[in-house]
């Protein structure tokens, strides 16, 4: 390393590593199941007459239009790059570097650590149990933490925490942390958001996303739902001119009343594929579902996970290995695609177990 940058940078980041994407490492491939994007591209209209003023931080339309959307009051909201900038933003406002903790329950989405690491905040773990439940009595036991991060739809596992397990987190911490409900996945598990439960638990906050069901994961435009007061301290963290104006104008089109009519039929597009790509997945030899499928993924564990991962790869076809995380040996997460993607994972998977022999 360069001498000032090794004498210079933040010493916790002398650790981490540069995200990276897959796609980063496999620019040559053509079937991306990798991400959780949706296979939908829809069409969108921009009107470059402003582009010569600064974007509103808070863009009307965007926000009047998602709090109609999921029935909340616009000061109940603020919008972000994607997500991931509304889970960086509750990290630096509610935590104190070098001092607080947040909580997350692993096998999970991985950028709650990844966010909290660089602002030098601290991680306590609570697995999962066997069956991918929240640990409750192992997260109220944890006194110190200021946020707790609970993904449902779990990214990877694909399940719905249980309604009394959150609430009870929720009492809990009722007087000494944030519980933040992770939704990024909700528009597949509609039965199962928070966002109507705002106003009874002032510690909730409820994050959502254009990423995933709206097919909109290249503009970077997600939510974060949450009491007046939780808002308005986010708003005191949030960069000046956070949403560019084709991303607000995007965003208004994507949840005006056709937008969301195209994104309910989608939706259920995709549900259907999903059913379908399950039940021939788990007809496969030596292939077994792990998890839940109320997202738009599924995840199998299968022995040779390493090798069917560099075959598909080498046949332009990529989905995620999961191997890593906690509990989910040689698992792979494939997002569901449209019908010919679909087919074709199902095809190589097929070719590879023929290659290779895996009896059931
Ligand atoms: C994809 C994803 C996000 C990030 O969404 P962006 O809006 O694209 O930043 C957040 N949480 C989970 C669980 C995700 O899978």
Same mark, same amino acid.
């Given at each position: ?5 090794? $004498? ?10 540069? =995200? ?33 003023? =600064? ?129 990024? =996945? ?14 009874? =638990? ?12 709206? #097919?909109?994961? #290249? ?37 005006? $009343?056709? #937008? ?25 030899? #030596? ?74």
């Amino acid at each position: 390393m360069n001498d000032l940058v090794a $004498k210079l940078i933040n010493e916790n980041l002398i650790p981490l590593k540069p =995200y990276e994407s897959a796609r980063r490492l496999y620019s040559g491939g053509q079937d991306w199941l990798n991400a959780n994007e949706s296979p939908f591209a829809n069409d969108y209209r921009v009107d470059s007459s402003n582009f010569n003023r =600064y974007p509103s931080c808070q863009p009307k339309r965007v926000v009047d239009a998602y709090a109609g959307y999921v029935g909340v009051s616009p000061d109940q909201l603020i919008v972000t790059r994607g997500a991931d900038e509304g889970i960086e933003l509750l990290i630096r406002t509610f935590c104190t570097p070098g001092k607080d903790n947040i909580l997350i329950c692993p096998p999970t989405y991985g950028m709650y650590a990844i966010s909290a690491e660089t602002c030098d905040i601290g991680v306590k773990t609570v697995p999962l149990t066997d069956g991918f439940a929240l640990n409750t009595e192992a997260i109220c036991d944890q006194d110190d933490v200021n946020l707790v991060f609970i993904c449902s739809p779990n990214n990877p596992t694909g399940t719905r925490a249980a309604i009394n397990d959150v609430e009870k987190v929720l009492s809990h911490f009722k007087d000494s942390a944030l519980v933040v409900m992770d939704e990024a =996945y909700i528009e597949f598990d509609s039965e199962g958001s928070w966002v109507d439960k705002l106003s009874q =638990y002032p510690n909730l906050v409820v994050l959502r996303t254009l990423s995933k069901a709206f #097919g909109l994961a #290249g503009l970077r435009c997600g939510f974060t739902l949450a009491s007046e007061e939780i808002i308005q301290s986010l708003l005191k963290v949030i960069a000046p001119y956070p949403i560019p104006e084709p991303v607000a104008q995007i965003a208004a089109q994507a949840l005006n $009343k056709e #937008g969301l009519a195209r994104v309910a039929l989608q939706v259920e597009t995709l549900n259907n594929h999903r059913q379908a790509l399950k039940s021939q997945l788990a007809n496969r030899p #030596g292939i077994t579902l792990v998890g839940d499928t109320t997202a738009n993924f599924v995840l199998f564990r299968f022995e040779k996970s390493q090798a069917l991962m560099a075959y598909l790869v080498e046949n332009g076809m990529l989905i995620r290995d999961q191997s890593k995380q906690l509990n989910l040996k040689n698992c792979l997460r494939a997002t569901v695609g449209n019908e010919e993607q679909n087919a074709r994972l199902l095809t190589l998977i097929d070719s590879f177990i023929e290659q290779t022999g895996v009896s059931a």
